[in-house]
């Protein structure tokens, strides 16, 4: 089996920038949803979807010739522990250079396992469970979440101040709460709005 069969890249008149343009037909993607690989978390995306106007999830898969070849989401999913941004950074990069993105959504949710550990007792279970050292492998902030405002403000933050992420992206932040599915908007950086310049008020405009 020649793996290479696979790869766009290894196809006979593969070039980059066409095949760049063809993806971004391939998907109507519009947000990134970072949230949490807790199983009772799955319908995260939904909610989102529900939530913002014009979205969809998880849409169909369009096929042709008996290949996958697109999808009518507008929305991609990024699950890793606890939801934090950290994990994501490297997907928004991806997701935007192959299809572009308008919106990051940040979702943490109630009784997550993230606040039932601190940093330090991970760590030190890692010690002596596993016998190594990883108390300077990741940032502590980043581990757990000892309380949901000041992680989704400080994840927010860290998605707005990444390199990598696309400057016109609107960015926010949730509360999911996992037994009504209910989702509560806690930090909102709309980018149009800028961050050091508030909006011009009512009483401003001509
Ligand atoms: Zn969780």
Redesign the pocket.
């Known amino acids: 089996m020649d793996l290479n069969t696979y790869a766009f890249s290894q196809q006979p008149g593969f070039i980059e920038t066409e095949m760049r343009k063809a993806f971004k037909q391939a998907v109507p993607l519009r947000t990134v949803v970072v949230y949490?690989y807790?199983p009772r978390?799955v319908n995260i995306p939904h909610a989102v979807a529900k939530a913002m106007p014009g979205e969809v999830y998880p849409g169909d898969i369009v096929w042709e010739q008996g290949k996958k070849v697109a999808s009518t989401t507008t929305i991609f999913p990024v699950v890793v522990a606890?939801?934090r941004a950290v994990d994501a950074l490297r997907s928004i990069t991806v997701a935007q250079h192959l299809f572009g993105i308008e919106n990051i959504v940040v979702v943490h949710?109630t009784y997550?396992?993230?606040t039932s550990f601190t940093p330090e007792g991970l760590i030190k279970a890692f010690q002596s469970e596993q016998g190594v050292d990883i108390s300077a492998l990741y940032d502590r902030a980043n581990i757990a979440i000892a309380d949901y405002e000041s992680s989704l403000k400080r994840d927010t933050r860290l998605l707005r101040e990444s390199k990598g992420t696309p400057k016109h992206v609107n960015i926010y932040g949730y509360l999911f709460n996992i037994d009504t599915e209910a989702l509560t908007l806690i930090v909102e950086d709309r980018a149009a709005l800028g961050r050091h310049n508030p909006p011009v008020g009512p009483a401003t405009r001509t």
């Open positions: 949490c807790d978390a606890g939801g949710h997550c396992g993230a």
